[in-house]
């Protein structure tokens, strides 16, 4: 039977009885507003309130009902409320045994009773603090604010009660899912680097098989198998980054590099698997952007390579280029160590119908075309693009049309170095 308990503090026995007797005469009559004021009108919540029960406990110093506070909590049984005289002489008076109460139970709504002005409101406030769980009741009092007040607080310390109950579930349950978080990044890391070791044997191994082998037959599966292992490098890259950008510790790193080396870097990657499609690899930058940055190169390459390598995927004949420019309209916007730099990666492939374009970022779609079968991915590369950029402070989009092939702009933020940012301010 849930019990909504109540302490009575008062050096006067009359005033207990009397209390006792408002809210015995009335105890259906309560029982039912309370009900209603905690569960609301359904009948499924009122059967649930019937077993609610009422139960008062008296005190007469201010001692005795210090330590009826102290035993109820230990009990695991705490009182909802207490009433409270101000003057019980010769012990404890009112502030005291509140001040008191307040070591053993900082939940307990208090009603201050008093006949006289041994202390203004404003004392009480001073010696008991600013507080929401204080209500003031002059004596003699009348019976219907008597029992509207105990109603009212009994029914604001149930409501506080479950939402701490409901807090404490929060905190574990976010416990608890950081503990389980923090297990998948130590084991997709340690898996991480037990995968990468071996690949990286077999990929050489295969490398030094293809510069080696003049058998075409042999050559063919060769490669097949280095193209595959490949992706499946890849793939585990681009996992082990999608979960590192996931950590509440996580920061991008800072690192001096230069636009050259960069689109240098792509065109190492990319120049071959064009050669071997006979796809045409263009890869330029406007002459007036800065060649000095600091950034996170290891993650804006990241970029790069995911939307070269779809270009290439997706394209059978034409070119694929890769072109740099000033983002002109952002820069206006932005501190003068800070440049916006637009990158247009665009193919001449299959492109990609309305479905696709709009799934594009989704995680994990693939955009299954039974046309192009061979050609699905693992559904990671853009989500974790758009991931990426969007922690950047950039933006990304993509056009396409089926048939007609697809271009990706990509806007980001990169910070200058010094010389750089002297010619910027210079210009």
């Given amino acids: 039977m849930e019990e909504t308990r109540v302490v009575i503090i008062d050096d006067v026995e009359e005033i207990h009885n009397n209390i006792r007797t408002i809210f015995q005469s009335r105890k259906n009559d309560l029982l039912d507003a309370l009900k209603q004021d905690l569960f609301g009108p359904s009948t499924h919540n009122q059967n649930i309130k019937k077993e609610l029960n009422l139960i008062f406990d008296s005190a007469f110093q201010g001692q005795d009902g210090y330590e009826l506070v102290k035993k109820s909590v230990a009990m695991g049984r705490p009182y909802s409320v207490a009433i409270v005289d101000m003057r019980m002489p010769p012990g404890w008076d009112g502030l005291q045994t509140i001040r008191k109460i307040r070591e053993v139970d900082q939940d307990i709504e208090i009603v201050i009773c008093s006949a006289y002005s041994d202390y203004s409101w404003h004392d009480i406030a001073h010696e008991l603090g600013v507080n929401d769980k204080y209500l003031f009741l002059s004596k003699p009092f009348e019976v219907t604010e008597m029992k509207q007040m105990v109603i009212n607080l009994a029914e604001k310390w ?193 492109g990609m119908n309305e479905e696709q374009l709009k799934h594009c970022f989704d995680l994990f779609y693939q955009g299954d075309d039974p046309r192009h079968h061979s050609r699905t991915g693992s559904g990671l590369g853009l989500s974790l693009c758009r991931k990426i950029v969007l922690a950047l402070g950039g933006a990304i989009r993509i056009e396409s049309q089926q048939g007609q092939g697809t271009r990706a702009h990509v806007t980001l933020p990169i910070k200058l170095d010094g010389s750089a940012k002297m010619r910027i301010a210079a210009s």
């Fill in 158 to 350: 149930w409501l506080n009660t479950r939402n701490k109950i409901y807090v404490e579930e929060l905190r574990k349950a976010r416990e608890n899912a950081e503990a389980s978080d923090r297990a998948k990044q130590e084991f997709l890391s340690i898996i991480g680097h037990e995968l990468r070791t071996p690949l990286n044997v077999i990929l050489m191994t295969l490398e030094d098989l293809l510069d080696n082998q003049n058998d075409q037959e042999a050559l063919k599966i060769i490669r097949n198998s280095h193209d595959s292992t490949r992706h499946l490098a890849r793939l585990i890259e681009d996992i082990l980054v999608y979960t590192e950008m996931d950590k509440n510790d996580f920061r991008f790193a800072a690192k001096p590099f230069t636009l050259k080396a960069l689109l240098e870097t792509c065109r190492k990657q990319f120049q071959p698997p064009c050669d071997e499609k006979g796809l045409n690899l263009s890869i330029k930058a406007d002459q007036d952007i800065p060649q000095n940055f600091i950034g996170d190169i290891d993650r804006i390459q990241n970029v790069l390579f995911q939307l070269l390598s779809n270009a290439v995927q997706f394209t059978d004949k034409g070119q694929v280029s890769l072109e740099v420019q000033i983002d002109a309209n952002f820069h206006k916007h932005t501190v003068l160590d800070v440049l916006a730099l637009r990158f247009h990666i665009t193919d001449t492939g299959i």
